[in-house]
């Protein structure tokens, strides 16, 4: 699937969630013949219920946007991030200060360890502090190539 055309439908998805008070989490794109099918992840302060997973889809599917982006048939799903939700920003270590995560490096830390299971101890704008075990590590953000609480 190209790479310009899921950066539409996410942008549409983007703005639909600002619109709604909610947060756009993640998209996957999963080709299950006979359709593609569409996994919406959202969030809000306070987190989200099936309340809202169904009001989401309804505000969706109340719009042609995204048929006009999609010309084939699609399975539209909405849910929660849960338990192991995502972090892809500064402002998500910031949110989830104080929690488990779990976080994988593209550069292995000090030529070593590449993946760290700890508490969110504090966040500067270009790293992470963790404590692992007992142990503190500062994790430069630039080298994490993914990161996800760990409840």
Excluded: W
Excluded at 49 to 67: A, H, P, R, S, Y
Aim: aromatic share 8%; charged share 25%; glycine share 6%.
């Amino acid at each position: 699937m190209e790479r310009n055309f899921k950066q539409q439908i996410v942008n549409l998805l983007n703005a639909m969630c600002v619109e709604n008070d909610y947060e756009l989490i993640d998209v996957h794109f999963l080709n299950s013949p006979p359709a593609l099918k569409l996994v919406v992840y959202i969030d809000k302060p306070g987190g989200i219920n099936i309340d809202d997973c169904v009001q989401f889809n309804k505000i969706v599917n109340g719009t042609t946007d995204l048929d006009d982006l999609i010309d084939s048939s699609y399975l539209l799903e909405v849910s929660s991030p849960g338990p192991q939700r995502p972090l892809r920003s500064i402002s998500d270590f910031v949110q989830h200060k104080g929690k488990k995560v779990k976080i994988k490096l593209s550069v292995p830390y000090e030529g070593k360890r590449d993946v760290f299971i700890g508490q969110v101890e504090s966040v500067k704008e270009d790293h992470i502090n963790i404590n692992d075990s007992g142990e503190l590590y500062t994790i430069k953000y630039a080298n994490i190539e993914k990161a996800n609480l760990n409840l």
